[in-house]
């Protein structure tokens, strides 16, 4: 009779060692997956993979720079609709890039830019395109137009 409470024993042992090894396994993979899934929700938030823009195609006054959300293609492939009475604005290009601002395929200062525009006559448009510029160089060309009254898009 003890012999058969030893077997009984051993059996019970052997199981209650597979039930560990499958529970810690199980928190193991529920562990992982959890890593997985933090990972991809930093990627997307972090990287913007799905492509949601930052919101910024409007004009400072208010109005949309394009009806498809301010994209570079729709807004440069798009006819101007203007009155017959008014004129087409003229337009001034200007690429952020990084810390440099480059406006007719030469590197400019904001004062330049806002003062090039001012020079022209009848109605501008600087359309800023963002390629990877940094705060503070957005942030002086937006200054500077606002300051002598010059109208712009971000694109």
């Given at each position: ?11 019970l ?7 560990k090894?499958k ?15 933090g990972?991809l ?15 910024m195609?409007?004009l400072?006054?208010?109005t ?52 090039a ?39």
């Amino acid at each position: 009779m003890a012999k058969d409470y030893e077997k009984q024993n051993q059996k019970l042992e052997k199981q209650n060692k597979k039930l560990k090894k499958k529970t810690s396994r199980g928190a193991l993979v529920i562990l992982i997956l959890l890593l997985i899934i933090g990972i991809l929700l930093a990627v997307m938030f972090l990287f913007d993979p799905l492509g949601f823009g930052n919101g910024m195609g409007i004009l400072r006054n208010g109005t949309s720079a394009s009806a498809s959300g301010g994209s570079t293609a729709a807004v440069t492939a798009a006819p101007a609709v203007t009155a017959a009475t008014e004129p087409a604005p003229t337009y001034i290009d200007v690429k952020v890039s990084g810390g440099t601002l480059i406006c007719n395929g030469a590197e400019s200062t904001a004062e330049e830019i806002a003062s090039a525009a001012k020079a022209v006559t009848g109605d501008v448009l600087v359309r800023i395109t963002d390629d990877s510029a940094t705060q503070n160089a957005m942030e002086g060309l937006i200054s500077a137009l606002d300051t002598a009254g010059i109208k712009y898009t971000i694109e």
